[in-house]
Antibody
């Protein structure tokens, strides 16, 4: 049974750095074809993809947030960490982590994000 | 970029509904559909444009490739009233559609 759980501060001040941890079970990030992504959702708004880290430590980031985001993993602890620098009130959102699994066909492969955590609400306010 | 339509939709139990997602470039079949209920995480319904996720009701179906995709719910049930999102996983950065809110007429 795959589960993911996000943890971190509920409130951060503007300009501070946010550190969120995704703790998961039921799969290993050392297994080929696995990844974890972070996605956020401001209150009442659409989902926004932020970052992805793969089993082989490849990393991918949102273009608009690339300079502020760092994603990392601790395979031994089954955790993925996302740090976001210079937080602003517009970064107020529920932050989700999701497990990605790679599916391969004859000519190509694609990713599917099939299990999500319940999300962590982060408010940025002074 | 993904453009979902309509942004909102009112329907009745038993109706057949279709939601469309258009991509600004060819994304092959690298598109997924999610359902989100208030206060809950998104739930994967369809991946690879038309592959039904394990455990999801067969009244959900997806079709399309290239730049135009559809999610169809064949006969709406009370539990289907929610917001639906498409997600492209063809090109970084991944992008979601803006969502379609489906509510009871």
């Amino acid at each position: 049974q795959v589960t993911l759980r996000e943890s971190g501060p509920a409130l951060v001040r503007p300009t501070q750095t946010l550190t969120l941890t995704c703790t998961f079970s039921g799969f290993s990030l050392s297994t080929r074809g696995m990844c974890v992504s972070w996605i956020r959702q401001p209150p009442g708004k659409a989902l926004e993809w932020l970052a992805r880290i793969d089993w082989d430590d490849d990393k991918y980031y949102s273009t608009s947030l690339k300079t502020r985001l760092t994603i990392s993993k601790d395979t031994s602890k089954n955790q993925v960490v996302l740090t976001t620098t210079n937080m602003d009130p517009v970064d107020t959102a529920r932050y989700y982590c999701a497990r990605g699994r790679r599916y391969c066909r004859t000519d190509d492969c694609y990713w599917s994000f099939d299990h999500w955590g319940q999300g962590a609400l982060v408010t940025v306010s002074s | 970029q993904l453009t979902q339509s309509p942004s909102s939709l009112s329907a009745s139990v038993g109706d057949r509904v279709t939601i469309t997602c258009r991509a600004s470039q060819d994304i092959s079949s690298y598109l997924a559909w999610y359902q989100q209920k208030p206060g809950k995480a998104p739930k994967l319904l369809i991946h690879d444009a038309s592959t039904l996720q394990s455990g999801v009701s067969s009244r959900f179906s997806g079709s399309g490739s290239g730049t135009e995709f559809t999610l169809t719910i064949s006969s709406l049930q009370p539990e289907d009233f929610a917001t639906y999102y498409c997600l492209q996983v063809h090109t970084f950065p991944y992008t979601f559609g803006q969502g379609t809110q489906l509510d009871l007429k």
